[in-house]
């Protein structure tokens, strides 16, 4: 007896040793990627490294396993499809057990709730199979008779999550109306479709529809919304859904109502979508039928991807189809490979531990203590934004706004910022308000006193006399003629037109401060407003592309003014076209201030300055064309419109040019190269 | 009318004679050019071929042909099959697979594959897949006895008519199987040989018959078990010694996420050209070591279920490759080429048998340790003990309308930081200076020595060498000796191109500099040589190289190619003068250049992860400590720190980081934006620990060379130097003991030698 003992014992260490095989490597074949603030992909410490993976369980494999459930008690549920049975294992790779061999035809979807039922969908069965703990079946559900459901659309159930009500969320092949929602009461009841996907509709396929006859239109893709891949539901009993094709809308979490709760604007969902998890965290798990892994949080924003297909040179940790994902309490992930027939788990690195734990005391609202592994993420990786937002938004609650005002900038949380700014700007109102009042009323004071000595003792004489003096001079008069311009562009083109008021050298001065302007605003504006990332400077590219435009317009309305017997020549509408940028010129700095002291909510005054300085350039530049030239209203819309045009047939010309030049160069090369291959040979 | 005529006719001479003239032109051109283009290649190692005894035969059974005290070579004709049996144990290792073994499930292909001692792919048109082995196609074989061994002079006749002639030798425990370069012939117009596989069955077993292991060059080494591997692999392991011919073949499509981020990284690189069986429970084992053609050499292990259920390995010399001449830029027309001139080198492949305690890996790796010190292929260097602490100087990020310097550790700062060491004890640090010269980490190639402004300039670099040197501290000038960035050089000459011809470009997607090329392997030299000399000026003798030390490409150079071997031969003569004149630092160099550098930096400490790997094991460490110190890869990007340490604790490796005195967030903007950890202040403290700990350890395997290394039947692992001291390492999560001996989880413990 002691001896068999022993060598069971013995046969179990073999076994374990057989089937585990722990790869002690920290070089992944695989690289991690996150998303940074300005939304681009960049390279992390690695997330999860391939722990261990399961081919067998005990000496039974899987054939074409299709979908695996991780119970509480950390037992490991597979839908072994081809074998017609549900394996469970433990992550060491022993059996515990089979369920539904002889009753099963194809489960192609398993899911275990919190008291160990095993819920079992068969496809080639149409019907959902229930069993208890013990393997033993408790009820089956076939196809729903109510009409809701519809007699023609068949039952192949494919995917089941089932919420603490038991009641089942079914994903099913060829059915696109959506999940398929049952309650347990009175053998399955249909309770209708749940998160049903709406169907994309562009603009160019509205404007097919109506002008293709009813033949072509049958042959279009039909615009059928696409059925969930896959779902999962978590401890809330919130329900994830992915979708393939839907792009942003891949990774979709829906509340009972079935109302998608996250949104994601960064490209950063899985073109192939095979299975979704929920984390322990509030995260969330998304894996790639070509082996890449996603990690979300609780707002769809990436934290980690990695991962990615077996291109063949079989290395651990890579996989050739993915058909479903889970994870244990303790964050590792489980990803089954169908074509491989194994199970690949993935074991967070310190690095992400650090990251979970942090979420976790964020979520719990304990800010202080989720700064303390915050601080070691930005050490391990000081470019990680993510951490920055998180340390930002507790720093924010904890109201120590000039540290969350930081971290929010770095981490381009343009809503942290705003809301960190607010509060500062609002401190410092509080704090300042009295001494602006003081200094206004004194500013006054001293305005007023001013004035009245000057209407008694003309003390100020002296310096009107130079500014008068200083104005006569002919650039300075013509800088002054074009501020007066502005406000009475029609005189003021009148006299460009018949008074010579025109001048290279004014119009250029004003073109190069606009050109100035419009680089210091790009490039130095406020944090909120700006579009342009930190330390990217294309200043060349702005300045040629402001000449261009001004030569271009210059040009055109020349050309196209002279046919129209327009009296302009180049000089006068090259002044009015830079004089009629003065609007810009004078407010810019207004703007340019505002978008220094203005938080997300106040915005909108930037976006009417901008409307306003633009809409009086616009206004000014048509009344100069038509005084220039002494159009009348109609000739001058005539001008404008072939001005466009002229425009366009430039720019045509320019690309057809250019391609039919890369063409002779491409044509010339071939010949070259190909010549010297010949020769060479 | 007549006088229009008249007046055309000077008109239609002249048009006439210009045609003649550019007509005589054009042909002088292509006759200038159209000259053969020849292989440079005619370094002779010993290419003749033996001479002669007399005819021997061996036509029905195998024939003694060779013994000595310990062993006995055997050969059998028809097949090339030669077996060596060991006299004290009587253990036996064949190169073909015997009637007996022979599972008959193999289609006629296969078996005549397994065979076969030697079988070649051959080329015909441009497709390489013909296979010709012994006993497929029709062939001749006439065997000569030379001293200790044969000569037999194979003909593979049929649609191919090829003559090789392989001698082998047995000399003491070895066995030395030699292609001379001059027997090699392809006697028929477009039929060529494109690779031959040398003893492809060498010490075969099948499926699990016998216990044992074959040996991986992969990474710092790893073992395939010979156990049933039930089919579950697809591929074996195959590897082209000193990584990839990137001036052959355009690098194959990588799998990439939202088509433009590479997700899966590069397998390492094959350092060594060593391969080896081991059959445990007969004690006789082999280290397989290409002595010769290895620039051209893939190994190949092969574990059962892959095709055929024999576990196999050898080497596979790549004579003549089929490459891609693309037609037009866009690479819409290409036509596949094969190569003018084949590898023109001896093929050797020496076995060294090993039995009884010595059939192990460990026994592989201090044999092979011994033939490296044996025929200068390393020298003895100084192996003491120092932790390696690399500074990024400047970087450059956009700026207006050019770039601006990004400083991230100038010359006085790392005065600061080491002396901040040192006061915590980390003494006799040594220090790779990146990005120290003029222009920053980037402005590749450095072809002179003159430091960037930002970093204190020259003369603030060379007060910073001599003053830490005079403390013990040694710096190291950094120099990537093979990339061109193509935004701060010229790039018109001195670039490497493809055997296509076409320019080899490296494109990154990085910020600043997204777009680098290779240089010429002279162009390289000239630099190397031109920097220890002005360095030399200036007192500086302190140099580390990189991508010399890890590339080797053939390339094309006005019309003419030139091979591997060309490339390999620039480099280590180039790499000689320097380590003549200064102490040299190698950033992972293959196995030629092992005798040129005073210590290798990132070297690896595992594989890559292949899943038909069984166990990993630190095989170039056991071969290398003692004689040449390796330092790890950074610390820094280390996912699991502990693992990582306990490896370098495991491997006798020594440590490195890489610091900036500035935060490394600065360097968003620029190309390093995937540095994401980097300041010291994150680092001084593990730096501290690392040094105390590991000092310690290397002090009492100061100058011990690995005697064995060890996985103790409780996972514990257990390395013995030659000086008696013991280290043993646990990666486990429970403490264990072995021999009197309790190693903490995740721990390591020492016992002294006596």
Redesign the interface.
């Known amino acids: 007896m002691q001896r068999l003992k022993r060598l069971l014992i013995c046969f179990v260490v073999f076994v374990l040793v057989m089937q585990m095989?722990p790869?002690?490597?920290?070089?992944?074949?695989?690289?991690t990627?996150t998303i940074n603030g300005y939304g681009q992909?960049?390279?992390?410490?690695?997330?999860y490294?391939?722990h261990a993976?399961l081919?067998k369980f005990g000496s039974e494999a899987m054939s074409e396993p299709s979908d695996i459930c991780i119970a509480e008690n950390g037992d490991i549920y597979v839908a072994d499809s081809k074998n017609s049975r549900i394996m469970i294992g433990s992550a060491d790779g022993e059996l515990i057990g089979t369920i539904g061999e002889g009753e099963l035809k194809t489960p192609r979807g398993v899911f275990v709730t919190d008291n160990y039922d095993v819920y079992v969908a068969d496809r080639d069965a149409e019907k959902i199979f229930v069993f208890d703990k013990n393997g033993s079946k408790k009820c089956e559900y076939g196809k729903p008779d109510s009409p809701l459901y519809g007699d023609e659309v068949s039952f192949l159930p494919i995917k089941i999550a089932v919420n603490d009500a038991g009641i089942m969320f079914v994903v099913c092949e060829s059915n696109t109306n959506g999940i398929v929602e049952l309650s347990p009461n009175e053998g399955g009841t249909f309770l209708g479709y749940f998160g049903t996907n709406y169907a994309a509709t562009s603009l160019t396929s509205i404007i097919y529809r109506a002008i293709l006859t009813d033949a072509q239109r049958a042959k279009m893709v039909s615009n059928i919304p696409a059925t969930p891949t896959n779902l999962t539901i978590d401890d809330k009993g919130l329900v994830y859904t992915v979708t393939r094709g839907s792009k942003n809308d891949t990774l979709k979490r829906l509340n009972i109502a079935g109302t998608n709760m996250i949104s994601n604007h960064d490209?950063?969902y899985a073109a192939t979508p095979a299975a979704v998890a929920a984390g322990n965290h509030d995260n969330v798990y998304v894996a790639d039928q070509?082996g890449?892994i996603f990690e979300y949080n609780n707002e769809g924003e990436m934290l980690f991807?990695?991962?990615?297909?077996d291109?063949?040179?079989?290395?651990?940790?890579?996989s050739r189809l993915v058909s479903g994902v889970a994870v244990d309490d303790s964050d590792r992930i489980y990803v089954l490979d169908s074509d491989k027939a194994q199970i690949q788990i993935y074991a967070p690195?310190?690095?992400t531990d650090l990251l979970h734990n942090a979420l976790y005391l964020y979520s719990k609202g304990r800010y202080t203590e989720a700064k303390e592994p915050l601080t070691q993420l930005l050490?391990?990786?000081?470019?990680?934004d993510y951490a920055n937002k998180a340390m930002g938004s507790c720093y924010f609650q904890e109201e120590n706004y000039a540290q969350a005002l930081k971290y929010a900038r770095?981490a381009k949380d343009h809503k942290g910022y705003s809301d960190a700014f607010w509060e500062i700007r609002n401190s410092w109102l509080k704090k300042n308000i009295m001494t602006v009042i003081m200094a206004l009323v004194i500013l006054w004071i001293a305005v007023t006193i001013l004035k009245r000595a000057d209407s008694k003792r003309h003390i100020l004489d002296t310096p009107r006399k130079a500014i008068k003096k200083f104005k006569r001079k002919s650039f300075v008069s013509d800088i002054c003629y074009a501020a007066y311009y502005m406000k009475k562009p029609s005189d003021a083109a009148y006299g460009i037109a018949a008074e010579g008021r025109a001048s290279w050298l004014a119009s250029t001065f004003l073109l190069l401060v606009f050109m100035a302007e419009f680089i210091i605003l790009k490039y130095t504006r406020g944090f909120l407003t700006k579009s342009v990332?930190?330390?990217?400077?294309e200043?060349?590219s702005d300045i040629g592309m402001i000449a261009g435009i001004a030569v271009a317009v210059t040009l055109c309305t020349y050309l196209v003014c002279t046919i129209n017997e327009g009296e302009g020549t180049i000089k006068k509408i090259y002044t009015f076209f830079c004089y009629s940028l003065m609007p810009y010129i004078l407010l810019t700095p207004i703007t340019y201030i505002l978008s220094h002291v203005l938080t997300t909510n106040e915005d909108f005054l930037v976006v009417m300055l901008g409307i306003l300085i633009w809409g009086w350039v616009a206004v000014i530049m048509v009344i100069g064309l038509k005084e220039v030239n002494n159009f009348t209203a109609a000739e001058t819309l005539k001008v404008i419109l072939l001005t466009v045009f002229a425009a366009l047939i430039l720019a045509l010309l320019i690309f057809i040019i250019y391609v039919l030049w890369a063409q002779v160069f491409?044509f010339v090369?071939?010949i070259i190269?190909?010549g010297?291959?010949r020769?060479?040979? | 009318m007549e006088a229009n005529k008249q007046k055309r006719l000077p008109l239609i001479i002249g048009a006439a004679a210009a045609l003649i003239i550019i007509v005589s032109v054009v042909l002088v051109a292509v006759a200038g050019s159209s000259k053969p283009m020849q292989l440079s290649t005619d370094k002779s190692h010993s290419k003749e071929i033996p001479s002669l005894g007399e005819r021997i035969s061996a036509a029905d059974d195998f024939l003694l042909v060779a013994q000595n005290d310990d062993y006995e070579l055997y050969y059998y004709e028809p097949r090339f099959s030669l077996k060596v049996v060991n006299k004290n144990n009587g253990a036996v290792m064949e190169s073909t697979v015997s009637d007996e073994k022979d599972d008959g499930k193999n289609n006629k292909s296969w078996t005549g594959y397994i065979k076969s001692g030697i079988v070649i792919n051959a080329i015909i048109g441009t497709l390489n897949t013909y296979q010709v082995d012994l006993n497929t196609v029709p062939s001749k074989i006439e065997t000569y006895a030379i001293d200790n061994g044969i000569y037999a002079k194979i003909s593979f006749l049929g649609d191919y008519m090829f003559d090789i002639g392989v001698e082998v030798r047995l000399e003491g425990n070895e066995l030395v199987v030699r292609i001379p370069d001059g027997s090699v012939k392809e006697n028929k117009e477009g039929t060529y040989i494109s690779t031959i596989s040398v003893l492809p069955f060498m010490g075969y077993t099948y499926l699990d018959d016998e216990k044992g292991y074959m040996l991986v060059p992969d990474g710092n080494g790893a073992l395939i078990e010979l156990d049933n591997k039930e089919g579950r692999y697809s591929t074996g392991f195959s590897g082209l010694v000193y990584g990839a011919d990137e001036g052959m073949t355009s690098s194959s499509a990588v799998p990439v996420i939202w088509e433009s981020y590479e997700t899966v990284t590069e397998p390492s690189t094959v350092l060594a050209p060593v391969f080896g069986m081991a059959h445990t429970d007969d004690e006789l084992a082999y280290l397989g070591i290409v002595e010769s053609g290895d620039e051209r050499c893939s190994i190949e292990v092969v574990p059962n279920g892959i095709m055929v259920d024999y576990n196999r390995c050898f080497a596979k010399f790549l004579l003549r490759d089929v490459f891609v001449q693309p037609l037009n830029q866009s690479n819409s027309g290409t036509v596949t080429t094969v190569e003018k001139d084949r590898l023109h080198s001896d093929l050797t492949v020496r076995y060294i048998f090993l039995e009884g305690d010595d059939a192990d890996y460990t026994g592989m790796a201090g044999a092979y340790r011994d033939y490296l010190l044996e025929n200068g292929a390393v020298k003895q260097r100084d192996t003491s003990y120092h932790t390696r602490v690399d500074f990024l100087g400047t970087e450059r990020e956009e700026f207006l309308m050019g770039t601006k310097a990004v400083a991230m550790t100038t010359a006085d700062d790392i005065s600061d930081i080491l002396d901040e060491l040192s006061q915590s004890g980390v003494q006799n640090v040594i220090s790779v200076y990146k990005g120290w010269q003029k222009g920053g980490l980037y402005n590749l190639p450095v072809t002179d020595y003159t430091a960037d402004g930002n970093i204190g300039g020259i003369a603030g670099l060379d007060r910073l060498i001599t003053e830490q040197a005079e403390k013990g501290n040694s710096i190291y000038v950094y120099d990537d000796a093979l990339s061109v960035n193509a935004k701060t050089h010229s790039t018109t000459y001195n670039v490497m191109k493809m055997v296509n011809k076409r320019t080899f470009k490296q494109e990154h997607n990085r910020q600043v500099y997204d777009l680098f090329y290779y240089l010429m392997p002279g162009r390289s030299s000239t630099n190397i040589s031109g920097l220890v000399d002005k360095a030399g000026k200036r007192g500086i003798d302190t140099i580390a190289f990189s991508g010399v030390s890890e590339k080797l490409f053939s390339y094309s150079y006005k019309g003419s190619f030139y091979s591997r071997t060309d490339t390999m031969d620039i480099y280590d003569s180039a790499l000689e003068y320097a380590d003549e004149r200064c102490t040299v630092i190698l950033e992972t160099p293959n196995a030629y250049l092992w005798d040129r550098g005073d210590a290798f930096t990132d070297m690896p400490l595992d594989s890559s992860d292949y899943l038909y790997i069984d166990r990993e094991i630190p095989f170039f460490s056991i071969v290398l400590k003692g004689i040449v110190p390796t330092y790890s890869g950074y610390v820094n990007f280390e996912a699991n720190k502990t693992e990582n340490f306990l490896k370098m604790v495991e491997s006798g490796v020594y440590p490195s980081f890489y610091v900036t005195a500035q935060d490394s967030s600065k360097l968003i903007y620029t190309n390093s934006s995937d540095l994401y950890s980097l300041e010291y202040t994150s680092y001084k403290d593990t730096i501290t620990d690392y040094d105390a700990k590991l000092r310690a350890l290397a002090q009492q395997t100061e100058g011990a060379f690995i005697t064995d290394h060890e996985v103790l039947e409780n996972g514990l692992c257990r390395v013995s130097y030659s000086n008696g001291t013991k280290v043993y390492v646990n990666y486990g999560e429970v403490p264990l003991t072995a021999e009197d001996m309790t190693v903490e989880a995740l721990s390591y413990a020492v016992e002294e030698g006596v």
Do not use: H, W
Not at chain 1, 41 to 47: D, L
């Open positions: 095989r790869s002690v490597s920290a070089d992944t074949p695989y690289v990627y992909i960049r390279q992390t410490q690695c997330a490294l391939a993976t081919t490209d950063t070509q890449y991807v990695f991962g990615g297909p291109d063949g040179t079989q290395r651990v940790g890579l690195t310190e690095f050490k391990m990786n000081s470019m990680y770095l990332m930190d330390g990217r400077y200043i060349l491409e090369y071939a190269s190909e010297v291959y020769l060479g040979s």
